[in-house]
């Protein structure tokens, strides 16, 4: 779950940032227990994930995780996005990542009666960790890999797998990430506005 994105493409917009971070939670038509603001960052979520899993530059850098973790792949490619996307000083300037992380967690925390009891466990511990400027470093890409290895019913393997994929990698992934996260944006950025459902 590639929270960083999901948070940065809401452009500090409260409703939408929650809707967008919940969306892994929210599940069939539950959705539309929820207003307006919170149903259009469920969508935006959910129109992030199918235009990332299906884009050409995203299928190729797949390649690089399956022969360790299988239909995986993806889940730990939007890991990396989100480690490169941290390190991204276009998008990033400074030290404005930390900021950034700050505000997310206010905005979660301020509206914690919205989100549902699945995600409130995870935002505690996204929060305390701070996962979202941990993102940076490697050694929280790691811990971000063993979090998903241990919740995978079906992954036998450790953290070490795709971890030594990124390493091997790394420069190739990050030239996926440059090419493919402008894409990204232009599409967040030309979403029509919501049909009457999600």
Known sequence: ????????????????????????????????????????GIRLHRLIDSFTDTHPVTLEAKRFFQPGCGKYSAVFIDIVYDHFLANDTTRF????????????????????Y??????QEVFRYMSEQNWLLGYQHKDGIYKTFSGIVRRSRYLEVTADVP???????????????????????????NVPPAPTSV
């Not at 919205?114 to 995600?119: A, K, Q, R, T, Y």
């Not at 992934?173 to 990204?184: E, R, V």
């Open 93 to 112: 300037p400074g030290n404005t990542l930390a900021a950034f992380a700050q505000e997310v967690y206010t905005t979660l925390k301020e509206r914690h």
């Open 163 to 189: 971890f030594a994929a990124l390493e091997a990698n790394y420069d190739a992934l990050a030239a996926s990430y440059q090419t493919f996260f402008p894409d990204l944006v232009t599409f967040v950025q």
């Open 114 to 119: 919205l989100l549902p009891v699945g995600f």
């Open 1 to 40: 779950m590639n929270f960083l994105a999901h948070a940065y493409l809401s452009y500090h917009q409260p409703s939408i940032t929650i809707g967008n971070m919940i969306a892994d939670f929210v599940k069939g038509k539950h959705w539309q227990d929820y207003d307006t603001g919170l149903q259009q």
